[in-house]
């Protein structure tokens, strides 16, 4: 990290407050890129590397850079995404300088140790470290600004104390979980391994790390528990987490039944909040549908109507260069998440929905992850989701986009069926879309309801 510094403080000029876009995909030398950039005290803004060039220059765009690093299978298209960002010079991510006088190289590893360490200029612990963008996918993406306090803080949230922590990442290097395991594992002198998520990539790294954690989504610990486990060796295994998105108590289970050993945990946070709650080993068959108690240093409590707010030591700075939206989501050192919660007498969290996903049908307000609780186990189904389309009479009605599994036929009247009884009427679906997938973010393979919307009109 103290080499790339200096390759980019006197090669290409890098200075504090300089933000630093990247637009690459996962691989090693963005660790060192992370934590050079902290040195200079320039700001670190990684864009999806999943994003066509016209897409990551729209996003670039909102960050103002002043420098673009690409990696070799995205130099040909540097000079365009530069262009539409309005960034006037672009690196390079290793390797020899390429014929090009648009882009230089960022070869920091044949340049010697600093003799002395780099002088970091004078910096406070809330100057900006990170700008992470959200996925956009219910609106224009916006920059979290995350500062070095921040990062610092989140990666000592749920750490080992007792041994060096060696966790297997399924997070891409441009979503900000891939960096809070990655400073965890370094506070204990510990190891990250960055691999695909697939079940078969992450228990290969598992077994081949002899890894201590696993983080999985539900969707990939759904896909892990579909493979023979016994093929891989992991007694290594002593924690396993999940999160993010909703974990059915079905999944629970089953992964409690095949990982009895591991510590079980269920996160609940955001790029904006870091860690705000959590379920712990003990409480996962106690409390189903819980995420748990806030975290330790974080507050929880609901607004009047039932907005998740969250206050704590790690939260964003704010959006970036977007006043108006920063003063809309943080108030009085409060962060309204959009989420809607419930609290029980013990004080344990539950999400029930999100506050612009409820869906307004003859009247009638409906939370979508309310029916797809219940749907989740109808017989057939692999995956599902609830959506509203418009209609002149209802306003809206409610559509089952589902996944059906393999040789399975699924009808309308069978999933209301085994709706009854636990759903109110005007609750139940009204149409259903057979898929064979559902769109989902890239980073955290959340559901994409605006574009499945559209999907299922242009489908018919």
Same mark, same amino acid.
């Given at each position: 990290?103290?080499?790339?510094?200096?390759?980019?403080?006197?090669?290409?000029?890098?200075?504090?407050?300089?933000?630093?876009?990247?637009?690459?995909?996962?691989?090693?030398?963005?660790?060192?890129?992370?934590?050079?950039?902290?040195?200079?005290?320039?700001?670190?803004?990684?864009?999806?590397?999943?994003?066509?060039?016209?897409?990551?220059?729209?996003?670039?765009?909102?960050?103002?850079?002043?420098?673009?690093?690409?990696?070799?299978?995205? !130099?040909?298209? @540097?000079?365009?995404?530069?262009? $539409?960002?309005?960034?006037? &010079?672009?690196?390079? %991510?290793? *390797?020899? =300088?390429?014929?090009?006088?648009?882009?230089?190289?960022?070869?920091?590893?044949?340049?010697?140790?600093?003799?002395?360490?780099?002088?970091?200029?004078?910096?406070?612990?809330?100057?900006?470290?990170?700008?992470?963008?959200?996925?956009?996918?219910?609106?224009?993406?916006?920059?979290?600004?995350?500062?070095?306090?921040?990062?610092?803080?989140?990666?000592?949230?749920?750490?080992?104390?007792?041994?060096?922590?060696?966790?297997?990442?399924?997070?891409?290097?441009?979503?900000?979980?891939?960096?809070?395991?990655?400073?965890?594992?370094?506070?204990?002198?510990?190891?990250?391994?960055?691999? !695909?998520?697939? @079940?078969?990539?992450?228990?290969? $790294?598992?077994?081949?790390? &002899?890894?201590?954690? %696993?983080? *999985?989504? =539900?969707?990939?610990?759904?896909?892990?528990?579909?493979?023979?486990?016994?093929?891989?060796?992991?007694?290594?295994?002593?924690?396993?987490?999940?999160?993010?998105?909703?974990?059915?108590?079905?999944?629970?289970?089953?992964?409690?039944?095949?990982?009895?050993?591991?510590?079980?945990?269920?996160?609940?946070?955001?790029?904006?909040?870091?860690?705000?709650?959590?379920?712990?080993?003990?409480?996962?068959?106690?409390?189903?549908?819980?995420?748990?108690?806030?975290?330790?240093?974080?507050?929880?409590?609901?607004?009047?109507?039932?907005?998740?707010?969250?206050?704590?030591?790690?939260?964003?700075?704010?959006?970036?260069?977007?006043?108006?939206?920063?003063?809309?989501?943080?108030?009085?050192?409060?962060?309204?998440?959009?989420?809607?919660?419930?609290?029980?007498?013990?004080?344990?969290?539950?999400?029930?929905?999100?506050?612009?996903?409820?869906?307004?049908?003859?009247?009638?307000?409906?939370?979508?992850?309310?029916?797809?609780?219940?749907?989740?186990?109808?017989?057939?189904?692999?995956?599902?989701?609830?959506?509203?389309?418009?209609?002149?009479?209802?306003?809206?009605?409610?559509?089952?986009?589902?996944?059906?599994?393999?040789?399975?036929?699924?009808?309308?009247?069978?999933?209301?069926?085994?709706?009854?009884?636990?759903?109110?009427?005007?609750?139940?679906?009204?149409?259903?879309?057979?898929?064979?997938?559902?769109?989902?973010?890239?980073?955290?393979?959340?559901?994409?309801?605006?574009?499945?919307?559209?999907?299922?009109?242009?489908?018919?």
């Amino acid at each position: 990290a103290s080499r790339m510094a200096l390759a980019m403080r006197d090669a290409l000029g890098v200075r504090k407050g300089d933000r630093i876009v990247l637009w690459a995909d996962t691989a090693l030398d963005v660790v060192p890129l992370f934590v050079a950039v902290a040195k200079l005290g320039a700001v670190f803004a990684p864009l999806n590397a999943r994003l066509g060039a016209e897409e990551a220059g729209e996003v670039g765009a909102l960050a103002r850079g002043t420098l673009l690093i690409v990696d070799e299978a995205r !130099q040909e298209e @540097a000079h365009t995404v530069a262009v $539409a960002a309005g960034i006037k &010079r672009c690196a390079l %991510l290793s *390797g020899a =300088p390429i014929a090009s006088a648009e882009i230089v190289g960022l070869d920091y590893r044949d340049l010697p140790d600093p003799e002395m360490p780099i002088t970091e200029p004078a910096l406070v612990e809330t100057d900006p470290h990170v700008i992470f963008f959200t996925s956009g996918s219910t609106g224009r993406p916006k920059g979290v600004v995350l500062s070095h306090r921040a990062n610092w803080l989140r990666g000592f949230q749920g750490v080992f104390l007792s041994e060096p922590e060696r966790t297997v990442c399924m997070f891409p290097l441009f979503h900000m979980a891939a960096f809070t395991l990655a400073i965890a594992a370094w506070h204990t002198r510990g190891e990250i391994c960055f691999t !695909q998520p697939t @079940a078969k990539a992450l228990l290969d $790294a598992v077994e081949r790390r &002899r890894a201590n954690r %696993l983080y *999985g989504l =539900p969707l990939i610990f759904s896909r892990i528990l579909d493979e023979d486990t016994s093929k891989w060796d992991l007694s290594s295994l002593k924690k396993i987490d999940t999160g993010t998105s909703a974990t059915p108590i079905e999944l629970v289970r089953r992964i409690k039944d095949r990982f009895p050993e591991p510590a079980l945990g269920i996160y609940y946070g955001s790029t904006e909040v870091g860690l705000a709650a959590c379920l712990v080993d003990g409480d996962v068959l106690r409390k189903p549908g819980s995420v748990g108690p806030a975290s330790i240093s974080a507050d929880l409590r609901l607004a009047e109507d039932g907005e998740i707010c969250v206050r704590s030591p790690f939260l964003m700075e704010g959006y970036f260069d977007d006043p108006e939206a920063t003063s809309a989501a943080l108030q009085d050192g409060w962060f309204a998440t959009g989420d809607l919660g419930a609290l029980d007498e013990d004080g344990y969290l539950s999400v029930v929905g999100r506050k612009k996903e409820i869906l307004r049908t003859g009247g009638e307000s409906v939370s979508p992850s309310e029916v797809e609780g219940v749907l989740r186990d109808a017989p057939g189904v692999e995956e599902v989701a609830i959506v509203g389309l418009p209609d002149a009479d209802w306003g809206e009605v409610l559509c089952a986009a589902v996944v059906p599994k393999e040789g399975a036929v699924i009808t309308l009247a069978e999933l209301r069926d085994h709706c009854e009884g636990r759903l109110a009427g005007f609750k139940k679906p009204r149409r259903l879309a057979l898929l064979d997938s559902l769109p989902r973010t890239a980073a955290t393979s959340q559901v994409q309801r605006s574009l499945l919307v559209e999907q299922i009109q242009d489908q018919g």
